[in-house]
């Protein structure tokens, strides 16, 4: 397991480069829409391992494992919520495998759907959800956590204290919001991640926002706030829907890689991609940097 001390000695060298989408990429080999990811990956484990082979080959130093939605509450749908821990640890341990070289961020998210308020019994109730995940994780093998494209405060507390709990001492924690550096729930963002940085999170910073003129400026905004590590990991620009159904995002590796480029500049040093990138996104960017 990292610790806070080694996770800032490395940063404190060079900009890390974090992994791009897994989703997008997944339905481009062919998982089917609308289906349990992590359901499809373990029966499907070769498909992820060469996608992360690729990551890793591209320049990535933090992989995510494939565990977006692996909360017992989540996986309730596909009758896997009894073997949560079982279903964490072995993804984590697939991500292992796949990057040996890289450092494996165990991945957790949103629970706002399963969510109607925001009071105690519902926080305990994340709290318990995640702290489930974690245990699996760390069976896994994990170095540190990522809670990604949370949308509520509480969520990003509801991790960072069962990440305590489970004695987890890495915790990045990205929200997706609007470019103008408010949270989908309204919410200011720059106070609510100085806040969770005060409350003992090692980096913020958002993710599954479009990449295009505005992302500087939204990294820029933010950084007047984050005095640690800012996480900027965006989407290949506003996806178009194709005819099948399934998002196409037009961005190139090379515009791309611009655009996050500008963002290291303005303060981000934490850097990779969210839908509709790919291992040949990581590579411009490296290239970029």
Known sequence: MLTREEFSQRLSARPMLLDGATGSSLQKAGMPKGCCTEEWVLAHPEVLVKLQRDYAAAGSDIVYTPTF???PIALERVNLQKQTEVVNAQLA???RSAAPGCLIAGDLTTLAAFCDS???ANFDLLVENYRRQIKGL?????DLLVGETLLYPQEAEAILTAAELE???VGLYSFTMQPDGSLFSGMEAGPVLRQLE?????AVGFNCVAAD???PHLVAKLRRYVRGPLLCKPNASMPVIGADGIPVYPQTPEE???IVGQCRENGANLLGGCCGTSPEFIAALKRSL
């Not at 760390?138 to 994990?142: L, T």
């Open 256 to 258: 791309f890689s611009q």
């Open 138 to 142: 760390i069976d896994g093998g994990v």
């Open 118 to 120: 925001w009071d105690e």
């Open 93 to 95: 341990a697939l991500s």
């Open 198 to 202: 005060e409350a003992g999170a090692a």
């Open 69 to 71: 939605q692996a909360q």
């Open 213 to 215: 003129m505005m992302t």
């Open 167 to 169: 004695g987890v001492p």
